[in-house]
């Protein structure tokens, strides 16, 4: 009987330890200066924080924002679950922010027509050096198209990495595909809504630590508005 427990508790020992091997923990958050997204103004500077899990290409992430100077801009928490395999992944976002058809920004009301949720999957490959990824709204708080229908609101991008003077570059191209009130406000049809560049750079503080920090300009050529965002990401 003694060796069988031994027997167990070194199994259990074996699996722990290998589980601490393979899975993944994300701790991290991003100060910036505004928080732009996929060509929107969504609020001022903003503190985003980010704490995740991942095992071998399956991941879940949880993502939020919120205000630092403007008690009135958006706050927001997203939820999603991700796999990867290569090049290729796919998943699933639950976005939930307090600006939506739940005047309250009740995080747990589910209610088809009263929730300030968005449910939203998305389908992408890394080429290396070039990414495409797609984006589709499939259920709730969602916008409407031109007949008052919902609208299956969708984005895509493609982002191309370079490295310029020792610093990580990444250029991206997004566009709305179709007509929804979910992207600023109202896109009427295919909108090109996002070209951005974005510059990343590890800053030294010491030997052992270094702080990413970014800055992006981005323009959104169907509302004629353009930004300049300063960041940097805290991390373990």
């Not at 330890?17 to 923990?25: D, S």
């Not at 981005?218 to 050529?221: F, K, L, R, T, V």
């Given at each position: 009987m003694k060796k069988i427990v031994l027997f167990a508790m070194g199994m259990?020992?074996?699996?722990?330890?290998?589980?601490?091997?393979?899975?993944?923990?994300?701790?991290?958050?991003?100060?910036v200066s505004s928080y732009v997204w996929r060509g929107q103004n969504l609020g001022g500077a903003s503190l985003q924080p980010t704490l995740g899990i991942g095992y071998k290409g399956m991941s879940l992430t949880a993502w939020g924002s919120t205000g630092l100077t403007n008690p009135d801009d958006t706050r927001e928490l997203d939820l999603t679950l991700a796999y990867t395999i290569g090049g290729f992944n796919i998943g699933i976002t639950d976005y939930w922010t307090n600006d939506g058809a739940d005047p309250e920004a009740r995080y747990f009301k589910y209610d088809a027509n009263g929730t300030n949720h968005i449910f939203e999957a998305n389908i992408g490959y890394d080429f290396g050096l070039a990414s495409v990824q797609w984006y589709t709204n499939f259920a709730g708080n969602d916008g409407v198209n031109k007949n008052?229908?919902?609208a299956y609101s969708s984005y895509a991008e493609v982002s191309v990495p370079f490295k310029l003077a020792s610093v990580d570059w990444t250029a991206t191209a997004g566009v709305i595909p179709w007509a929804t009130t979910t992207y600023n406000k109202w896109t009427s049809g295919f909108a090109v809504t996002n070209l951005s560049l974005k510059a990343t750079k590890d800053i030294k503080i010491t030997d052992t630590f270094s702080v990413p920090v970014f800055g992006q300009i981005?323009?959104?050529?169907y509302t004629q508005h353009a930004y300049l965002v300063f960041g940097f990401t805290l991390q373990p």
């Open positions: 259990v020992m074996s699996m722990t330890a290998f589980a601490q091997e393979e899975i993944e923990t994300t701790i991290s958050a991003d100060v008052g229908n919902r981005a323009g959104n050529p």
